[in-house]
């Protein structure tokens, strides 16, 4: 009895000591994010978070912080190539999703990627990544429809389409007031899961008064 007792002890701990270590990281890395000035400050936060996703391997949250992070570099450094940072980020995405496959932050991320790409060059790509832009949301909406960020994400795309395309401010406004709603109770699973863009609604719907 006594030595199942120690042997349940000793592995507790070592759940402990990973969760632990763990949380370590991901704090260490949300505070690199938190900080990052620069596209290349960024970059090194993906780099990092990737290596904690390697490290874990069964946990989507460092994959998905690192595409994320990849995403906002590129944004971050105009001269950057942004279809190359697509393709980088698509791979991490890729590694997060083998983890968990229906998840609403994914697609989220899914739809920033497209849209960076679309952005190449708006009049002959936005058919057909404002096509992969439209069903990344609508699966992001699909898999937690309490979720804001799909909302966020779709007002801040369709602020800057044209009224003739189906977009524009009053297309826009109503997505934000959706997803300003939806943040009031909205709450995260850990202090580690996304909890971002509140304030980016915010501004925007004040853009589309």
Not at 6 to 35: H, P, R
Not at 137 to 152: E, G, M, S, T
Not at 164 to 182: C, D, N, P, R
Request: glycine share 6%; net charge positive.
């Amino acid at each position: 009895m006594k030595k199942l007792f120690v042997v349940a002890f000793l592995f507790l701990s070592g759940i402990l000591t990973a969760q632990s270590k763990f949380e370590g990281a991901m704090q260490n890395g949300l505070t690199q994010m938190s900080q990052a000035k620069s596209g290349e400050d960024m970059a090194a936060t993906s780099a990092f978070f990737e290596r904690v996703g390697d490290a874990e391997k069964d946990k989507w949250l460092p994959y998905y912080y690192a595409a994320r992070t990849y995403v906002l570099s590129a944004w971050m450094t105009p001269k950057s190539d942004k279809d190359k940072a697509a393709e980088k980020a698509k791979e991490l995405i890729a590694k997060a999703e083998s983890i968990d496959k229906n998840n609403s932050e994914i697609f989220c991320l899914k739809q920033t990627v497209a849209v960076m790409q679309l952005t190449v060059d708006a009049m002959s790509r936005w058919q057909t990544y404002g096509a992969v832009a439209a069903e990344a949301i609508a699966r992001a909406k699909a898999a937690d429809p309490k979720n804001p960020r799909p909302y966020l994400l779709e007002g801040q795309y369709q602020i800057n389409v044209p009224e003739a395309f189906g977009g524009g401010k009053t297309v826009a406004k109503k997505l934000l007031e959706k997803s300003i709603s939806l943040y009031e109770t909205f709450q995260p699973a850990s202090p580690f899961h996304p909890n971002w863009g509140k304030e980016d609604a915010v501004k925007l719907l004040a853009a589309c008064q």
